[in-house]
Each structure stands twice: as structure tokens, then as C-alpha cells.
T-cell receptor, first 113, second 116 residues
Framework: GNSVTQMEGPVTLSEEAFLTINCTYT??????LFWYVQYPGEGLQLLLK?????DKGSNKGFEATYRKETTSFHLEKGSVQVSDSAVYFC????????????FGRGTSLIVHP | GAVVSQHPSWVICKSGTSVKIECRSL??????MFWYRQFPKQSLMLMAT?????????EQGVEKDKFLINHASLTLSTLTVTSAHPEDSSFYIC????????????FGPGTRLTVT
């Protein structure tokens, strides 16, 4: 079956530091890959996505590249802000249109001023 | 556009009572909605897939008689937790599939249920 593995948190950084949150996946076929962000007490918001190999998703300074050869979709940001503090979820959806996602466990990011 | 709302945002109920949570797609039609449960500091657990005009599809281990799902219209799905117990206390999140946006999934803000 499908699975998503994320690095365990919390990840604690100082403002303007470089961020990497690792995500690897197991799936058959060619899944679409997503990063969602959840701020405290809220639902999930789509941060970025990539639908095929070598695609790069980007939004709000965050980037992730779909690497089929390493089955990875690592999230990066060059300079984090305090407002980026949240929980980040990596997810995949299988090809075939079921729309049912598989989520990773989430990685908490804490950014200090 | 593509906003999903949930009501209520939080609710406290007594053991043995039932509580209904609404999920609405405000500016698009959604034939498919999902209901998730999230425990503190954990990922989302898919409970069921709600399809407009048909019965919901429940994930393994989810009691369909306890978590009643109704998707009566293209913009509304409801989750009713029947005979609630303290272990049902959780954060419940719904999402809706936007077919006109290549199946992108939009999430509601969640409902915090506390059963006393």
C-alpha cells in the first residue's frame, strides 16, 4: 500500500535560517505529491504540489521537487520567519482519480525570533 | 474561491448525547467530501468518504453506526457522532474535492469535539 514518511519533529530554527523537512514515499504508479500546512487550531491548507517526476512545486518561498529516483519530496525554504511556525504534512494521492490522500505524520516547525 | 466551512468550530457535549457537525463547500459543488479525525500531535486519519446521493464509504475500523454521514446536497455533508463517549473527543476535519480544479482537495477549519 501507499505510505509517506516524514522526519520527526519538532524542528526548531532561528528566524532567517534554512529549512529542510524530509519526506519520502512508497506508492505504485505515478502519484501526485503535496505539502500541506496546519496552523494551530486550524484545518489544513495546501502549500504546494507536484504531479509528475521532476516537477517543482513552490509557494510563499517554499519549494519541493518530485524526485522519482529517490521517491522523495523534501520541503525547503531559504529563510524562515516566525509566522512559518506550524505543522507541515507531506501527502500523496495515487494516480487513478480516487482523490484519497495518504498523509505523513506531520512535522512541527518552531521558528524563534 | 474554494472555501470549505465547518460548523460548529468547537462543541462540548455530555456522554451519551449525539452531536452533528456540518461541512459546507461555500463556492463550489463537491460530489465527494472526506471526514478525518486528528488526535493531538498526530496525522489525519481518514474516517470515511462521503458521496453525494449515496452511502458513505467507511475506512476499516470506523463504526458506521456511530459516525453517521449524510451527503444530502452538492455543498453539504454532515457527520453525526451518536452516543458520544469521552474517547470520541478529537479534532474532526472535513475536506471537499473541487472537480473543476483537477480534483484539488480543500479542507475545512476543523471542529473540536469534547465529550464530558
Amino acid at each position: 500500500g501507499n505510505s509517506v514518511t516524514q522526519m520527526e519533529g519538532p524542528v526548531t530554527l532561528s528566524e532567517e535560517a534554512f529549512l529542510t523537512i524530509n519526506c519520502t514515499y512508497t506508492a505504485t504508479g505515478y502519484p501526485s505529491l503535496f505539502w500541506y500546512v496546519q496552523y494551530p487550531g486550524e484545518g489544513l491548507q495546501l502549500l504546494l504540489k507536484a504531479t509528475k517526476a521532476d516537477d517543482k512545486g513552490s509557494n510563499k518561498g517554499f519549494e519541493a521537487t518530485y524526485r522519482k529516483e529517490t521517491t522523495s519530496f523534501h520541503l525547503e525554504k531559504g529563510s524562515v520567519q516566525v509566522s512559518d511556525s506550524a505543522v507541515y504534512f507531506c501527502a500523496l494521492e495515487s494516480s487513478g482519480g480516487s482523490y484519497i490522500p495518504t498523509f505523513g505524520r506531520g512535522t512541527s516547525l518552531i521558528v524563534h525570533p | 474561491g474554494a472555501v470549505v466551512s465547518q460548523h460548529p468550530s468547537w462543541v462540548i457535549c455530555k456522554s451519551g448525547t449525539s452531536v452533528k457537525i456540518e461541512c459546507r463547500s461555500l463556492d463550489f459543488q463537491a460530489t465527494t467530501m472526506f471526514w478525518y479525525r486528528q488526535f493531538p500531535k498526530q496525522s489525519l486519519m481518514l474516517m470515511a468518504t462521503s458521496n453525494e446521493g449515496s452511502k458513505a464509504t467507511y475506512e476499516q475500523g470506523v463504526e458506521k453506526d456511530k459516525f453517521l454521514i449524510n451527503h444530502a446536497s452538492l455543498t453539504l455533508s454532515t457527520l453525526t457522532v451518536t452516543s458520544a463517549h469521552p474517547e470520541d473527543s478529537s479534532f474532526y476535519i472535513c475536506s471537499a474535492i473541487h472537480l473543476e480544479r483537477a480534483g484539488e482537495q480543500y479542507f475545512g477549519p476543523g471542529t473540536r469535539l469534547t465529550v464530558t
